[in-house]
């Protein structure tokens, strides 16, 4: 889950940056925006900021900004700074006895690879594009 709100909120933020320029943003209005909790988001921050996917400025004009722009941010990155690399399967780790005899291991080791080449593969830009088309494809109703 904390990958998941990163991300959400990682888009908003590259989207915030992109109509307002260098200026930090707040983690309330990213919160806001995306209805997630604010305290929630300081935990994911703090860990983002260590990774150095963030910056962060203190004081009144304080906040959040990318430390790269956004087409430089995979979503790899994140997930491993807060989670970890994604892996469920002792042999996809190297950690199972019976992985070089096991016909099941080499499949779990290919999903393994497949995934993290995804969340290699695409960018906090790419899926900040995503939803934007996803917006403007959306219909419009006028009453």
């Not at 042999?91 to 499949?107: D, I, L, M, N, Y």
């Not at 497949?114 to 996803?134: F, H, N």
Request: net charge neutral; charged share 25%; hydrophobic share 40%.
């Amino acid at each position: 889950m904390r990958s998941k709100y990163a991300v959400c909120a990682l888009i908003e933020l590259a989207r915030l940056e992109s109509a307002g320029g260098t200026k930090p943003v707040r983690l309330a209005e990213i919160a806001e925006r995306r209805d997630i909790p604010v305290q929630f988001l300081e935990q994911v921050f703090a860990a983002l900021r260590r990774a150095l996917v963030v910056n962060s400025r203190r004081g009144a004009s304080g906040g959040y900004t990318l430390a790269r722009p956004p087409d430089q941010i995979t979503v790899l990155e994140v997930v491993a700074a807060l989670d970890g690399i994604p892996s469920r399967e002792e042999c996809a780790r190297g950690q199972c006895e019976h992985a070089s005899t096991c016909s099941a291991a080499p499949v779990w080791m290919e999903a393994q690879r497949a995934t993290e080449d995804v969340l290699r593969e695409t960018t906090i830009g790419d899926l900040l594009r995503r939803e934007d088309a996803a917006r403007c494809a959306a219909p419009m109703y006028h009453i």
